[in-house]
């Protein structure tokens, strides 16, 4: 069954604005991961948030987390073109594998 | 520093053929995980070693099998290939489970 739910499922900004992608999960979890994919390569780590944890940041990136409402955002600020890429959101419990939600795919327009 | 090794990169195989893909982890990394991607589709998690024992099973069809080796790299064996095994498969590697998962380059597979 799937975990994530990334939201939207497609975003277009321009250059130079922010761009916020939402995912939801079902059960309780270890941590929350964010991986980046360009077309047909691999997946990209971005940054890892743990269950005890509520913000973090790296860079132009920004995550939340909240336990309470099981969700996560990740905040891409002045995005480039180089930012288009599909955004997963990956999940933690216990020791299984990451469940990976559908992702979101932005396109930074120039 | 080193990434996650696969190999090989695109592979191009007929139906009902076997195929083996290859995964040399992040050294001294004691985790690995299979995970397979179709077209459009978000990574579906296949199968786990940890210190060379299967550690988790995800959706991995029973005509696939894998194992780690003894210097820790890691093969997928994929047999009587169909048509919709064509995807991505990913294999990524972490330190323990439950940290970080670095993902390799992807094997692109190709059922004629």
């Known amino acids: 069954s799937q975990q994530g739910e990334e939201d939207p499922q497609a975003l277009s900004i321009q250059e130079g604005e922010n761009a916020t992608m939402n995912c939801s999960y079902k059960t309780s979890i270890n941590n929350l991961q964010w991986y980046r994919q360009n077309s047909g390569r691999g997946l990209v780590h971005l940054i890892l948030?743990?269950?005890?944890?509520r913000e973090k940041h790296s860079g132009r990136l920004r995550v939340t987390l909240d336990t309470s409402k099981k969700s996560s955002s990740l905040l891409i600020t002045a995005s480039r073109a180089a930012d288009t890429a599909s955004y997963f959101c990956?999940?933690?419990?216990?020791?299984?594998?990451?469940?990976f939600g559908k992702g979101t795919r932005l396109s930074v327009i120039a | 520093a080193a990434g996650v090794i696969q190999s090989p990169r695109h592979l191009i195989k007929e139906k009902r053929e076997t195929a083996t893909l290859k995964c040399y982890p992040i050294p001294r990394h004691d985790t690995v995980y299979w995970y397979q991607q179709g077209p459009g589709q978000d990574p579906q998690f296949l199968i786990s070693f940890y210190e060379k024992m299967q550690s988790d099973k995800g959706s991995i069809p029973d005509r696939f099998s894998a194992q780690q080796f003894s210097d820790y790299h890691s093969e997928l064996n994929m047999s009587s290939l169909e048509l919709g095994d064509s995807a991505l498969y990913f294999c990524?590697?972490?330190?323990?489970?439950?940290?970080?998962?670095?993902f390799g380059p992807g094997t692109r597979l190709l059922v004629l």
């Open positions: 990956a999940t933690i419990s216990g020791n299984t594998p990451l469940v």
């Open positions: 990524a590697s972490s330190l323990r489970a439950q940290e970080t998962q670095y």
């Open positions: 948030i743990r269950s005890n944890e």
